[in-house]
């Protein structure tokens, strides 16, 4: 039986601060604290690539770098990189819940300019440099990506019109590394600013006894430096272009499926690779994080592929994926990882049984229960200890949202009686626990669900594009009463993080 234990789901973005967007700065370490405050365990975030077009941290222009939005400037003044006058007038944007990408993109790129121009021209420091040695497999070409991409109008490198570069010809991508090098520097070294403030936030965090979740989208962006450096991993045709796309198909939710677009792996060149871009890409991963969630696990028992062109997930098919070679091969090279599966969606038998066989704990979401006719596995008495379960995710509405907007009357009679709500407390609080009483080893309760915020806090609304992952937290709503509350269900549940006790002893 695995310890009991709870966290918050909340992504860097959404922490309160001046420059328009979370950051790893101060708000970071007062948000750490206050998990210590209610004795947490988890802080569970989203993926910390960098974001493309739509912003969504699940569509990145990496699978290794970080977002270099969340570089906090305030730190980079401490440094000696920047100065409190170089921040001075800047518009990142009005609105103090939401992110506005556009002003965040434009604002913040001349301020990190001069951060860059500055740690060149006082010598860049030897943590540096062994930052660039220890990442240089993946740090180069993404660098050589981003300058080149940024040369083309930010254009992905499919659409790029010079053939030779395109296809990585040696002569192209010298010709390209000579005439980009500063700004090839420019993405090395804001790499190397988001990591050392990414690892001085995470060692705080751990010292403190607060592990990290991390989340790993089980596909990579087309437009990505991996795709463009290694187009012999994924299926393709003579120029790199995907013959095939990811997505879903039609199902209850979606009557056309879902066409998400990024490329499919060839897994039989990744298995005659060893599969060493995966070892690579989970050795990393748990440099950042102390567990990881992998996004969309049911895509390593089987997948659903759709013919590049189409545009919707009806004329898809579903193919076999090597998952039991391949975590037991990253097993091998890695040992045990803290690994959780994002099993959610058409569960297989085989699902289950790669899920069983690797001992990672699924997930449980408690806005799929309450089916009023039926006995949901997602219902808390059909939970078992390995489990992670949640009230909701980064796709779900809030419950304040789901609950007034989306049950139907017999749904919410029916939580209401399951729950033995009493007639003052709020639907938030009986759904919080709900979950805290879970059987589950672990539960997780979204920040928004915490602050019982309605459907204008919803992270992501999938299959649409813009309007997403903007929410952000206010340092007001962080008062007593939802440090109490929290608290409350943590210790009356038996799921307090025995790390702070015995570090308060």
């Known amino acids: 039986m695995k310890e009991r234990q709870s ?4 992504h860097i973005s959404s922490l309160p601060g001046r420059f328009g967007i979370g950051s790893l700065g101060q708000s970071a370490y007062e948000f750490v604290d206050f998990l210590v405050r209610t004795k947490q365990r988890y802080w569970q975030i989203l993926p910390l690539g960098t974001t493309s077009y739509g912003d969504s941290p699940y569509q990145s222009f990496s699978a290794f770098a970080g977002n270099t939005h969340f570089i906090d400037f305030d730190l980079l003044v401490e440094n000696g990189w920047l100065t409190v006058e170089d921040l001075e007038g800047i518009d990142f944007g009005s609105h103090p819940t939401e992110v506005d990408y556009a002003k965040v993109f434009v604002g913040r790129r001349p301020i990190l300019e001069k951060a860059v121009a ?27 990506y981003m300058a080149i991409k940024e040369s083309f109008g930010l254009k992905s490198w499919t659409e ?19 005439r980009l090098a500063d700004q090839m520097d420019f993405h090395r070294v804001t790499q190397y600013f988001f990591f050392e403030q990414w690892h001085r936030l995470k060692n705080y965090a751990n010292e403190h006894g607060i592990e990290i979740v991390g989340d790993m989208p089980i596909y990579i962006a087309a437009d990505s430096a991996d795709m463009w450096a290694n187009p012999h991993f994924f299926k393709t045709d003579d120029q790199g272009q995907p013959t095939v796309i990811a997505g879903c198909p039609p199902d209850d939710f979606s009557a056309i499926g879902q066409l998400w677009g990024n490329p499919i792996y060839d897994w039989d060149a990744m298995k005659a690779d060893g599969f060493t871009w995966w070892i690579a890409r989970l050795r990393e991963s748990f440099k950042l994080y102390n567990m990881v969630r992998i996004d969309h696990f049911i895509g390593f028992a089987s997948f659903w592929e759709i013919p590049a062109g189409e545009e919707t997930a009806v004329n898809g098919y579903r193919v076999e994926a090597p998952g039991f070679e391949l975590f037991d091969t990253i097993k091998t090279a890695l040992g045990d990882l803290n690994i959780i599966a994002e099993d959610l969606g058409s569960v297989t038998d085989k699902v289950i049984q790669l899920r069983d066989t690797t001992g990672f704990p699924g997930m449980k979401v408690l806005q799929f229960a309450f089916d009023p006719n039926g006995d949901s596995i997602e219902l808390p008495h059909n939970h078992t200890n390995n489990v992670v379960a949640y009230t909701g995710t980064h796709d779900n509405h809030t419950i304040k949202g789901w609950y007034e907007q989306e049950m139907g009357e017999g749904a919410r009679e029916f939580l209401d009686i399951y729950s033995n709500r009493k007639p003052d407390e709020s639907i938030n609080h009986a759904m919080l626990r709900l979950l805290f009483s879970s059987v589950a080893f672990m539960a997780i309760a979204t920040m928004q669900d915490l602050l019982e915020l309605g459907n204008d806090a919803r992270m992501n609304l999938p299959n649409t594009v813009g309007g997403n992952w903007t929410w952000r937290m206010t340092k007001e709503q962080l008062n007593s009463q939802v440090e109490a509350n929290l608290l409350e269900l943590t210790t009356t549940y038996r799921r307090t993080n025995k790390k702070l006790v015995e570090k308060n002893h």
Do not use: C, M
Request: proline share 4%; glycine share 4%; hydrophobic share 40%.
């Open 160 to 178: 790029w019109d010079d053939e030779s570069i395109r296809l990585r010809r040696p002569e192209a991508l010298e010709a390209y590394r000579q």
């Open 118 to 144: 500055n740690v060149k021209a006082k010598g860049l420091p030897e943590s540096y440099y062994r930052f660039v040695e220890e990442n240089a497999f993946w740090l180069h070409t993404f660098a050589e």
């Open 7 to 10: 966290g918050i789901l909340l």
